[in-house]
T-cell receptor, first 115, second 113 residues
Framework: DQQVKQNSPSLSVQEGRISILNCDYT??????FLWYKKYPAEGPTFLIS?????DKNEDGRFTVFLNKSAKHLSLHIVPSQPGDSAVYFC??????????????FGKGTKLTVNP | DTGVSQDPRHKITKRGQNVTFRCDPI?????LYWYRQTLGQGPEFLTY????????KSRLLSDRFSAERPKGSFSTLEIQRTEQGDSAMYLC???????????FGQGTRLTVV
């Protein structure tokens, strides 16, 4: 059962335009959401996060929006740059045993920004 | 470099052999996680340490897998009697108490032939 879903395996945008990556989740116990960026043969790099008590968080060119009622979040990148080309993972944090805040990941969306 | 470090980066082994991976977390982080990522999937949680105590294990972690974190510093993940299905990227992450942002290492790519 995929609790975090990224329904678009890939997305292609032109340099300078907006990239919008979407993510849906099913577990209402998730209280924190994160986006990671991953280049081939490397580990995920933390990008931006949002608490479930907020609906927007912005960091430079990156903004994450959270719609709790729809169980949906999105990552906006404006303006998109060729260096943003990577796989983007949406992740949700859930409290586990012993106080762990393990992450549940989606399958990722491959973003390609064309010059 | 003060990030999460993993060793080796790549490991090719024959089926049935044992392998061990090492993870050095960010020094001030007391939480350490292991994840596994297969092709086309996102990382999947394997196990969690708080300091030296292993407090959670996923059902993905079969009896052939064992993880340790002696003295609450570095961690090792051992796979015994490797199978082809164990081929994956093994990722280590660390975080501080109260911090949900986990920082990942570059991973160990395991190939079982």
């Amino acid at each position: 059962d995929q609790q975090v879903k990224q329904n678009s395996p890939s997305l292609s945008v032109q340099e300078g335009r907006i990239s919008i990556l979407n993510c849906d989740y099913t577990n209402s116990m998730f209280d924190y959401f994160l986006w990671y960026k991953k280049y081939p043969a490397e580990g995920p790099t933390f990008l931006i996060s949002i608490s479930s008590i907020k609906d927007k968080n912005e960091d430079g060119r990156f903004t994450v929006f959270l719609n709790k009622s729809a169980k949906h979040l999105s990552l906006h990148i404006v303006p998109s740059q060729p260096g943003d080309s990577a796989v983007y993972f949406c992740a949700a944090s859930v409290l586990g045993q012993g106080g762990s805040e393990k992450l549940v990941f989606g399958k990722g969306t491959k973003l390609t920004v064309n010059p | 470099d003060t990030g999460v470090s993993q060793d080796p980066r790549h490991k090719i082994t024959k089926r049935g052999q044992n392998v061990t991976f090492r993870c050095d977390p960010i020094s001030e982080h007391n939480r350490l996680y292991w994840y596994r990522q297969t092709l086309g999937q996102g990382p999947e949680f394997l196990t969690y340490f708080q300091n030296e105590a292993q407090l959670e294990k996923s059902r993905l972690l079969s009896d052939r897998f064992s993880a340790e974190r002696p003295k609450g510093s570095f961690s090792t993940l051992e796979i015994q009697r490797t199978e082809q299905g164990d081929s994956a990227m093994y990722l280590c992450a660390s975080s501080s108490t109260g911090g949900s942002e986990a920082f990942f290492g570059q991973g160990t790519r395991l190939t079982v032939v």
